[in-house]
């Protein structure tokens, strides 16, 4: 389980930026992206829109997909496009990785916020940051990193709530100004040689279950029968037994096999539709006796097995069962070998070159007021819908290499 979660006490840690850090993180970004990610070349599209936005006064977020660790400093790339710095809200557990990367953070714009229970502190700076409208605020409305960039997760609806609590405050200025928002599609494609690439992730693989090379079959068929092999050892560690079906029907089951017990005891059985929401008003019920210190050491065992649980289904909420149906692309490869990868080891080797696309959508317009008639937020339904297009789009924005 990687440390997302910390058993900590909460403290909000507000954006320090500095110029001068800025400047010098700027500078570097290529580098550091190229060295740390594989990302060796980016192009922007729509940056204009943008632009156009800044020029014309307005508070602008910016609503992204977050398929890769990457996307924040992607996103830097497009802030050296139009020249104006972001400010981003980051998981609070990002600041608390190192030294290093919780001086930086501040100091580029970044404040962080507690995704274990409503931070208060956190709304208050992100809606003061739109309503002054001097940087743009990043978000990540999916809320945590996918690893799907050819599938769109849930949007949280925190987000309209957070940009019309802006437009409220903006209307009421004199004259009175805007907040837009601006969806953001991150696309990136693989360019280098698949094969050589692929072969020495997936040998080690299949060597830690005990395979031979299973370099005899195609490489989808090698993959497809990868995951079998690991959501099998899954459901005997959970179910007692593998279970028989299509993916699609087993993922779903095992999840709920791990949420449904934990709700019984946490939430009296309360339940939600989207299992990303139901992993965090789990996780908010069990944290904060641990966050306290006062367990005894066999229950504070328990807890850190039960939040392991909900670690494991939140990585079979990314998993779709069908990604590698038909003829899948060699981004849809790699990203599942780098997926197995991280749930095997928690980290990923970065797999070069990849070409980033950081795709601007048009500027929605943040109405003050919601209409409550509706079911679904309209802020939020018009967001997916960009969002939804310009992954479409983003499609052919492939580079004819020499």
Not at 116 to 123: I, K, N
Not at 163 to 182: D, L, M, Y
Request: glycine letters at 6%; hydrophobic letters at 40%; a positive charge.
């Amino acid at each position: 389980m990687q440390n997302i979660v910390i058993a900590k006490t909460y403290r909000f840690i507000p954006p320090r930026f500095s110029p001068f850090w800025a400047r010098i993180i700027q500078w570097y970004l290529p580098s550091y992206l190229r060295q740390n990610y594989g990302v060796t070349s980016w192009s922007c599209v729509g940056a204009e829109r943008l632009a156009a936005s800044l020029k014309a006064g307005a508070g602008v977020m910016l609503a992204s997909n977050h398929c890769r660790p990457c996307d924040p400093m992607v996103l830097g790339l497009l802030s050296r496009e139009v020249a104006q710095p972001f400010h981003v809200m980051a998981s609070w557990h990002l600041f608390m990785q190192s030294r290093l990367q919780s001086f930086l953070l501040p100091r580029l714009g970044g404040f962080s916020v507690y995704r274990e229970g409503l931070d208060r502190e956190s709304l208050k700076c992100a809606t003061r940051i739109l309503a002054e409208a001097r940087f743009p605020l990043t978000i990540f409305p999916e809320g945590f990193i996918t690893r799907n960039n050819d599938r769109l997760l849930n949007l949280m609806d925190g987000v309209a709530f957070l940009a019309r609590s802006a437009a409220k405050q903006r209307a009421a200025t004199k004259p009175p100004g805007k907040v837009v928002v601006h969806p953001i599609f991150i696309r990136y494609f693989f360019e280098g040689d698949l094969a050589s690439t692929l072969a020495p992730v997936l040998e080690k693989i299949e060597s830690r279950l005990s395979w031979q090379a299973q370099s005899h079959l195609h490489w989808r068929d090698r993959l497809v029968k990868a995951g079998h092999a690991l959501l099998a050892l899954k459901e005997i560690e959970h179910l007692g037994a593998t279970q028989s079906g299509p993916a699609n029907q087993r993922l779903p089951y095992l999840l709920d096999h791990l949420l449904q017990p934990l709700e019984q005891e946490w939430t009296g059985g309360r339940s939600e539709p989207d299992p990303m929401a139901r992993i965090k008003r789990l996780r908010a019920a069990i944290l904060p006796d641990m966050v306290h210190g006062e367990l005894s050491e066999p229950e504070s065992a328990r807890r850190w097995r039960q939040l392991a649980n909900l670690y494991l289904a939140q990585q079979l909420h990314c998993y779709s069962g069908d990604y590698l149906g038909g003829t899948p692309s060699p981004e849809r490869l790699l990203e599942t070998v780098e997926r197995y990868e991280e749930d095997l080891t928690d980290c990923v080797t970065p797999h070069p070159p990849l070409h980033a696309v950081i795709s601007v959508g048009q500027a929605i317009e943040v109405s003050p007021a919601r209409d409550r008639a509706a079911e679904t937020d309209p802020l939020v339904v018009e967001l997916r819908q960009q969002l939804e297009q310009l992954l479409e789009e983003s499609k052919n924005q492939r580079r004819k290499l020499p």
